[in-house]
T-cell receptor, first 113, second 114 residues
């Protein structure tokens, strides 16, 4: 059974800092991994998706890496801003077709001005 | 393009009562998902529909939860009777096709069972 863990559970940083969020999964037989953002009272927004054959993906100030063999992914946020405050979730998919997403427990990020 | 709509946004009920949630996916999306997100945890898939057929309901507590997607468009999720541990946010998502990388999520319904 796939289990996904995220560390830390919560993180508080001053504006401008670079930060790293961690995601680990127990079964390395994944099809892809996705990072989501969740704002209070709102649904999830997809940030980055990494296929199992890829090592990293970048979007603006966000960079996600994947080490499938060790069961780890990191989300790097450069020059953090107060607007980055949210909960960040990673999720893995085992395969194509009807394979479901398995989510991690999330990291709650607070960026203070 | 309109997003995934859910209603109600909030619901408070007593234990043993019944409750129903409604979801309208993005137009044309064949796949619809219901997730349960307990406070402090990640979303857990309850049921997945492909058009109006169920493809995965392995984590749906079938003794009290039921869901349907008539005509392959909108969907309802029902809990009868509710328990205290059902307090959670219920998220609906849709995607254009099964296994599609992009799942679009609604704002969720926050259920509190007293």
């Amino acid at each position: 059974k796939q289990e996904v863990t995220q560390i830390p559970a919560a993180l508080s940083v001053p504006e401008g800092e670079n930060l790293v969020l961690n995601c680990s999964f127990t079964d390395s037989a994944i099809y892809n991994l996705q990072w989501f953002r969740q704002d209070p009272g709102k649904g999830l927004t997809s940030l980055l998706l990494i296929q199992s054959s890829q090592r990293e993906q970048t979007s603006g100030r966000l960079n996600a890496s994947l080490d499938k063999s060790s069961g780890r992914s990191t989300l790097y946020i450069a020059a953090s801003q107060p607007g980055d405050s949210a909960t960040y979730l990673c999720a893995v998919r085992r395969g194509t077709g009807f394979q479901k997403l398995v989510f991690g427990t999330g990291t709650r990020l607070l960026v203070s001005p | 393009e309109a997003g995934v709509a859910q209603s109600p946004r909030y619901k408070i009920i007593e234990k043993r009562q019944s409750v129903a949630f409604w979801c309208n996916p993005i137009s044309g999306h064949a796949t619809l998902y219901w997730y349960q997100q307990i406070l402090g945890q990640g979303p857990k898939l309850l049921i997945q529909f492909q058009n109006n057929g169920v493809v995965d309901d392995s984590q749906l507590p079938k003794d009290r939860f039921s869901a349907e997607r008539l005509k392959g468009v909108d969907s309802t999720l029902k809990i009868q009777p509710a328990k205290l541990e059902d307090s959670a946010v219920y998220l609906c998502a849709s995607s254009p096709r099964a296994g599609g990388n992009e799942q679009f999520f609604g704002p969720g319904t926050r259920l509190t069972v007293l």
